[in-house]
Structure formats: C-alpha cells, structure tokens
C-alpha cells in the first residue's frame, strides 16, 4: 500500500500518521476514561508543537460545538454521535492528507448520521481526501466521487460515484428497485 507514493506497509503507527494518514475505527472507539480534551490531545501525540496543538483544539471545539461543551467530561459517558464527532475530531488532530472512515453512521441516529455526513462533506471540500467504508450505499453516493463496490474481499464494481448511482444493477442489488 502506498501513500503519496511511499510505501507504508511495515512502517510504524507513528510513522504512518506523520505521512498524513489518519483513522475514524468503526464503532467509534473512544479513550473512554479520559477527557474529551484529553482525547484530541491524544489525536496529536505525533505532534509536537504544543501552541499550534492548542489552536487545533479550539478548531475542533468550532468545528464541534458540543464537544465544547463537554471539553471536561469523560468520553465514556457521551452519546454515541458525540463519541463519533470526537472520534472523527480526534483523528483530524493530526491534520492528515487522508482520512479512513470506517462505518461512521454504525449505530446513530438519522439526525446525527446527517451531521456526520455534512461534515465528512466539508473536510472534503477544505482538501482532505476521503476513503469511506460505508454499508448505507445510498448515503455513501451523496458523498463520494468515485466508488469501489467490495464483495467477499474483492472489488466487483468501481466508477464515478454519479455513474453507479444510476447502474441498473447497482440499483436493483443495493439501492432497490427504481420507482
């Protein structure tokens, strides 16, 4: 596997995030015991610029008001969507070139799901690339330009997001029948 054209495989953690990659785990997967502050600080442990962490941190605090809100409280004792928001926020703390998203509607409620998704949106248009594993197909449409339809392991399908949105086949096998 390569990123920006280095290899990254056998590379450490560290080493990886500090090429710009960086992780949203399925199921959110929080420092439960730890402050939601804590836990964005947690984001940037490859970073060591405390003054421009700091600034990060009041950049996800804007991006994430109810994580404000919560800056002191235990991450363990948020709300699904409010763990998800910190684990996406988290991740984002070390400013990485590209973000894997793995299941990032798993488990929410619509109303969050749809927060989540405007969000996923936005970091896209500010520059940062989005690689999405997501099984609600019609909501992975909205959001991506282009599509990889993975099967028992394999790609079956792949193209313009746009394009697999009105396949035939695609609608019928994942989005249902055409009206």
């Known amino acids: 596997m390569r990123l920006s ?38 984001g940037a442990y490859a970073r060591r610029e405390r003054a421009e962490i700091d600034a990060d941190i009041e950049r996800m605090f804007a991006r994430f008001p109810r994580l404000k809100e919560r800056a002191a409280q235990e991450a363990g004792t948020l709300s699904g969507g409010e763990q998800q928001m910190l684990s996406v926020a988290r991740a984002l703390m070390s400013r990485p070139s590209v973000l894997l998203m793995d299941e990032p509607s798993l488990g929410l409620a619509p109303m969050v799901v749809d927060e989540i998704f405007r969000i996923v949106t936005e970091l896209n248009r500010d520059g940062t690339t989005i690689f999405l594993v997501e099984q609600n197909v019609r909501l992975a449409l909205k959001v991506a330009h282009h599509f990889y339809l993975i099967e028992q392991g394999r790609i079956t399908f792949s193209g313009d997001a746009g ?15 055409r009206q």
């Open 5 to 42: 054209g280095q290899e990254i495989g056998g590379r450490s953690p560290a080493v990886i995030v500090g090429m710009g990659l960086a992780l949203v785990p399925e199921n959110r997967l929080v420092f439960p015991q730890m402050s939601v502050r804590e836990n964005l600080v947690a």
């Open 163 to 177: 394009s697999l949105a009105e396949d035939e086949v695609i609608q019928r096998a994942y989005l249902g029948s």
